[in-house]
């Protein structure tokens, strides 16, 4: 069975690895199909049963989708194939048109005219369909499907920093700290840790979709402000210590590691030189990681990343413009 996710289109690489990661995290076999414009399908061999695990998880898509068929971009040929392609709708529906061709095409006048289409058989109903039928527009490619899963993304707002009962002013934005957990593909009940935890905002989305989670702060207070946070958000299973990246041993072998490593300011690396921090953590985390688990961190130039290829395989790197002139690049590394 084809899936088509439509991917957020936030960045250029993220949204599709944050899929792949799921699916493989979750062990859904797959192919991977195409891309088309923001829109990824894939051929799912097994796992239909536990793809919404998957769609519960995604942080940069929108929708998740069960591909009916495509056309030409064109409505006629659109139109055409829906005439002669049979669909077996569960009973009432509603047709919505996602236009991402960057062409100016009357939306609603595709929703009408499909629509009238599968009317024939089944009633309209445009406040709370039994089916959505989705037409999402590219430039090479318009595709038909059925919706399975919208992903709450208004979530992640309610999760924002200042939504927190602790908080400090610089923090991970939700959906990339759910992503970053997504790239390293733990599972349910799995521990994941973060020796640069802060505020929590990484231990949270980890928590949320049943990680055991582990962090550690060298600052006393903020690790308590950290227990605090992951308590309002009810995640209880957690071991949250006051501790340098050097003395994270002491949690055991771990299934995973995600972190936002400290930029360099004194006030959080104790005025210890950058590069000599970075060497410390890499080694530090390379011991406590498990044979083929994953280390996903953010880090602020190209250089120290190539610090980390001293310990661990780089396998993904993805650059990310936080504002300004101010970018952070995304690693996934192997143990």
Not at 82 to 92: E, H, M, P
Not at 166 to 193: Q, Y
Request: neutral net charge; hydrophobic residues 40%.
């Amino acid at each position: 069975m084809r899936i088509v996710f439509e991917l957020s289109g936030e960045h250029p690489s993220l949204p599709i690895s944050e899929v792949i990661s799921c699916l493989e995290g979750e062990r859904i076999g797959y192919d991977y199909v195409d891309t088309f414009g923001s829109f990824l399908i894939i051929n799912l061999k097994n796992g239909m049963d536990q793809l919404g695990k998957v769609c519960q998880r995604l942080s940069l898509s929108h929708f998740v989708d069960i591909f009916l068929f495509s056309s030409e971009p064109s409505k006629n040929d659109l139109l055409e194939r829906a005439k002669r392609i049979k669909i077996k709708l569960s009973g009432t529906f509603r047709v919505r048109c996602e236009n991402r061709s960057r062409e100016r095409i009357d939306s609603l006048d595709l929703e009408r005219s499909l629509g009238e289409i599968y009317a024939g058989s089944n009633k309209v109903d445009l406040v709370k369909p039994d089916d959505e039928i989705r037409i999402l527009l590219s430039r090479e490619r318009w595709l038909v499907c059925r919706r399975f899963f919208e992903i709450d993304r208004r979530q992640f707002e309610l999760r924002k920093a200042n939504r927190r009962p602790f908080f400090l002013p610089i923090s991970m934005h939700p959906r990339l700290a759910r992503c970053m957990v997504n790239l390293s593909g733990v599972r349910k009940g799995e521990k994941l840790l973060d020796p640069f935890c802060g505020t929590g905002g990484i231990l949270i989305e980890a928590g949320l979709i049943g990680a055991e989670v582990l962090g550690s702060d060298v600052q006393g207070w903020i690790s308590e402000g950290c227990k605090r946070n992951l308590e309002h958000f009810g995640i209880d299973d957690y071991d949250i210590q006051n501790l340098d990246v050097g003395e994270i041993g002491s949690f055991g072998k771990v299934d995973a590691v995600v972190t936002d490593f400290p930029y360099g300011r004194a006030s959080t690396t104790r005025k210890e030189p950058i590069e000599k921090l970075y060497r410390r953590s890499f080694l530090s985390i390379s011991d406590v990681l498990k044979h083929g688990s994953k280390l996903v961190c953010a880090i602020p130039d190209m250089e120290l990343a190539k610090m980390g290829c001293e310990f661990m395989d780089l396998v993904e790197i993805h650059a990310f413009r936080v504002h300004g002139n101010l970018t952070r690049y995304i690693c996934v590394f192997t143990k």
